[in-house]
């Protein structure tokens, strides 16, 4: 079986203050690992993804996650938050299952 | 189309009526899901087609919900006999098959289906 847990619904952070948005997930063989961004009324894109290879993974607009096996984590990160960074955000798992499973996601909101 | 494509953006319909909901994938990919996504809650899986493979149809909340593939391309999710709790955003998304098996896929906007 495969799941994903996000802790905290909702997140609110001032603009340029630290991003942190958490996931940890349940596996029982090596995982995928994934975060995707919905922004309003739009479908949802991958922001990054972990596939066995470097552990600390590099996404697009300044984002950054770190898979930590001991953790079972893949803390999605970015150092300084932008207004425009305000959406939902999604972590998901695969395991060679056909389909992704997302997590319930996180709405980070950003203070100006 | 360069992206997925989903057709209504908005549906509103009453209690008891069937609905059909279109999704037309990227152009060559082979792979094709269906998702729903609830208010205050995450993604959930609904069905999977690849290539000519029979569909993985565990996601499936009842029998209210079927769902076919013509021709290898676009997509109809139906569901008959609509409830309230059938209100929610119905998303497709596509991938290739090698992006498919390690979770790159494309998304539409997504329906929006309010069940009165």
């Known amino acids: 079986a495969q799941s994903v847990t996000q802790l905290g619904s909702h997140v609110s952070v001032s603009e340029g203050a630290l991003v942190l948005l958490r996931c940890n997930y349940s596996s029982s063989v090596p995982p995928y690992l994934f975060w995707y961004v919905q922004y309003p009324n739009q479908g949802l894109q991958l922001l990054l993804k972990y596939t066995s290879a470097a552990t600390l993974v590099k996404g697009i607009n300044g984002f950054e996650a770190e898979f930590k096996k001991s953790e079972t984590s893949f803390h999605l990160t970015k150092p300084s938050a932008h207004m425009s960074d305000a959406a939902e955000y999604f972590c998901a798992v695969n395991t060679g299952r056909r389909a992704l499973t997302f997590g319930s996601g996180t709405r980070l909101q950003v203070q100006p | 189309g360069a992206g997925v494509s989903q057709s209504p953006s908005n549906k509103v319909t009453e209690k008891g009526k069937d609905v059909e909901l279109r999704c037309d994938p990227i152009s060559g990919h082979t792979a094709l899901y269906w998702y729903r996504q609830s208010l205050g809650q995450g993604l959930e899986f609904l069905i999977y087609f690849q290539g000519n493979s029979a569909p993985d149809k565990s996601g499936l909340p009842s029998d209210r919900f079927s769902a076919e593939r013509t021709g290898g391309s676009v997509s109809t999710l139906t569901i008959q006999r609509t409830q309230q709790e059938d209100s929610a955003v119905y998303l497709c998304?596509?991938?290739?098959?090698?992006?498919?098996?390690?979770?790159?896929?494309?998304f539409g906007e997504g329906s929006r289906l309010t069940v009165l």
């Open positions: 998304a596509s991938s290739d098959s090698a992006s498919g098996i390690i979770g790159e896929l494309f």
